[in-house]
């Protein structure tokens, strides 16, 4: 079939998402979708799925598809007419348009869609649509079934630590006496008991590159997760003198300034070289077997939030320093019942690495497959 050419106000119509305040969007039902992502709920809806959102207002071109009733917010775009086209495949062909070129704004980078109004875009009809979006799918869907069993794996290991040191019903429970609390033979600990935390290299503004050796930042690590492909990169020569900040599969990060302090992430393992930047910690353990599935745990829990956010408190920028994360206290158990919790969380944190990696390639073959299904390279 012949792909025809569109302006691209014939191909769809973008509208500009509707304002909230922020105190709105604190309990509700629904998801308000911002410029790159979910940012509240709402107790009402303003659109019905499908429905595609990009970026208008900060972050530029970021496209995300919709499949529940949403708040489109004032920091987006949302498509309000996809003009008979596949709602999936509208999705997958902003993502191949670079949107981010076509800011308007200044300080703050702004999408006008009317700049887009005359872009021509290639489309083809709605059946081979289907069909590209179909293929595309299938690797998101995959992607988002393994999200889904690394929530369940680390739920899994949430719940055992939460019975033991929590709940203290740890193993021979039954026969330990405890004291104010404490059962016998555990003593009051520290993060520091465990691991040495070491903050990443201070590269300077110059050595940023579009392109390199990537770098974790702060705003990569995310509700126990790290973004490794949305990364600033440094050349190989400056990456010289920060060797020792080279990244692997399994270290564990947490962030120490900003917003998401005290939020934490595991390495995926992966083929390039990731490198670590100032302000984000890496802890590096200290004794065996490896205690990050422990520490994992320990610090998605209140208490440990809690600490964090102490050490935090009075500046006008969150931060937090390596000693003061190795000073984070909870209850240390004895060194067996310690090696029994690890040796039952480390085929759950193992197969947490492996569905990553599992992502990681999807996303590669995806992201190889979508620019040439958009051009009309690859016959569907």
Excluded at 61 to 89: E, M, S
Excluded at 91 to 102: E, N, P, S, V
Excluded at 140 to 165: G, M, P, T
Aim: proline share 6%; glycine share 8%.
């Amino acid at each position: 079939m012949s792909w025809d050419k569109f302006d691209f106000k014939n191909f769809i119509t973008l509208q500009r998402g509707f304002d909230l305040t922020r105190d709105s969007m604190k309990g509700g039902e629904y998801p308000v979708v911002g410029s790159n992502s979910i940012i509240g709920y709402h107790t009402e809806f303003k659109q019905k799925p499908p429905g595609v959102i990009t970026g208008r207002s900060g972050s530029l071109g970021d496209v995300q598809f919709i499949d529940v009733p949403y708040w489109p917010h004032n920091t987006a775009l949302w498509v309000k007419d996809f003009k008979g086209n596949d709602p999936k495949f509208v999705h997958y062909k902003l993502k191949t348009l670079d949107l981010a070129r076509f800011n308007g704004g200044g300080a703050v980078p702004t999408l006008n869609r009317n700049n887009l109004d005359n872009l021509i875009v290639r489309i083809p009809p709605p059946p081979e649509q289907n069909r590209i979006a179909s293929i595309l799918s299938a690797y998101d869907d995959l992607i988002e079934n393994n999200l889904k069993r690394i929530v369940l794996l680390e739920e899994a290991a949430r719940q055992l630590y939460k019975e033991w040191f929590v709940g203290l019903r740890f193993p021979g429970h039954e026969h330990t006496r405890i004291v104010d609390g404490v059962p016998d033979g555990w003593s009051e600990g520290a993060v520091g008991n465990l691991v040495k935390v070491q903050s990443g290299y201070a590269f300077k503004s110059r050595d940023w590159l579009s392109e390199g050796n990537p770098v974790i930042k702060i705003k990569n690590i995310d509700n126990n997760t790290l973004d490794i492909n949305d990364c600033q990169c440094v050349s190989d020569e400056v990456t010289e003198n920060a060797a020792k900040f080279q990244l692997k599969g399994g270290d564990f990060l947490i962030a120490m300034t900003g917003a998401t302090i005290g939020k934490v992430g595991i390495m995926p393992r992966t083929q390039k070289r990731y490198y670590l930047n100032q302000r984000v910690g890496i802890l590096r353990p200290t004794l065996e077997p490896n205690p990050i599935s422990f520490l994992f745990t320990f610090f998605n829990t209140e208490n440990a939030q809690s600490q964090v956010l102490n050490f935090a408190a009075g500046a006008a920028q969150p931060n937090i320093s390596p000693g003061q994360i190795e000073s984070i206290k909870f209850l240390l158990p004895t060194e067996s019942l310690l090696t029994t919790f690890i040796e039952s969380c480390q085929p759950l944190f193992d197969q947490r690495l492996v569905l990553l990696e599992q992502n990681e390639k999807l996303k590669q073959a995806r992201d190889l497959l979508l620019p040439r299904l958009m051009n009309g390279d690859i016959t569907v």
